[in-house]
T-cell receptor, first 116, second 115 residues
Framework: AQSVAQPEDQVNVAEGNPLTVKCTYS??????LFWYVQYPNRGLQFLLK??????LVKGSYGFEAEFNKSQTSFHLKKPSALVSDSALYFC??????????????FGKGTTLSVSS | ETGVTQTPRHLVMGMTNKKSLKCEQH?????MYWYKQSAKKPLELMFV???????ENNSVPSRFSPECPNSSHLFLHLHTLQPEDSALYLC??????????????FGQGTRLTVV
């Protein structure tokens, strides 16, 4: 079975400081990994993905994430947070060996709050 | 914005009503999904359609009935719902068989309130 854990319900950072939103996963094989962001009363927006290749993945709005196979983690990072980054962030996984079209499995989400 | 459009954006219905949620994707994808997002709970996968065929039903009550007439359209028919069914219902689509572009794209959601 596939699962995703986001251990923090909320992360608070000051504007200009680096931010990290944590994610660990569990799949039987190798993973495809994703981060999404959700603003109030909106759908989920795709931020970035790890498919293969470099462990450090760069995505939209200056976000990046690092795939760590030994720690089964895919933490989201940004060097300098903006107030406008305040939102709900979801990590998602799909087993690379799963049947094509298998849906993504999401974590419970982490609320990021950036203060000015 | 993302190529996946959901209507209506907001819906209030009584427990004896019948209503339908609509989703349309303009991305040429061949898989579509319904998710339920309730307050303080993880995103729950409800249904999966690949090439118009339902491939997954995650123990969803029969008062929710999906329909996928073609690869661009997905419906969720609702009848005799309960107040606990109030939630944000999200539709998503993705391209099956393309491992490099396997991410799902989401609609804006329908905020459903059952009274």
């Amino acid at each position: 079975a596939q699962s995703v854990a986001q251990p923090e319900d909320q992360v608070n950072v000051a504007e200009g400081n680096p931010l990290t939103v944590k994610c660990t996963y569990s799949v039987s094989g190798n993973p495809y990994l994703f981060w999404y962001v959700q603003y109030p009363n909106r759908g989920l927006q795709f931020l970035l993905k790890y498919i293969t290749g470099d462990n450090l993945v760069k995505g939209s709005y200056g976000f990046e994430a690092e795939f760590n196979k030994s720690q089964t983690s895919f933490h989201l990072k940004k060097p300098s947070a903006l107030v406008s980054d305040s939102a709900l962030y979801f990590c998602a996984v799909r087993d690379r060996g799963s049947q094509a079209g298998t849906a993504l499995i999401f974590g419970k989400g982490t609320t990021l709050s950036v203060s000015s | 914005e993302t190529g996946v459009t959901q209507t209506p954006r907001h819906l209030v219905m009584g427990m004896t009503n019948k209503k339908s949620l609509k989703c349309e994707q303009h991305l040429g994808h061949n898989a579509m999904y319904w998710y339920k997002q309730s307050a303080k709970k993880p995103l729950e996968l409800m249904f999966v359609y690949n090439f118009k065929e339902q491939t997954e039903n995650n123990s969803v009550p029969s008062r929710f009935s999906p329909e996928c007439p073609n690869s661009s359209h997905l419906f969720l028919h609702l009848h005799t719902l309960q107040p606990e069914d109030s939630a944000l219902y999200l539709c998503a689509s993705s391209q099956v068989g393309n491992s490099m572009n396997t991410e799902a794209f989401f609609g804006q959601g329908t905020r459903l309130t059952v009274v």
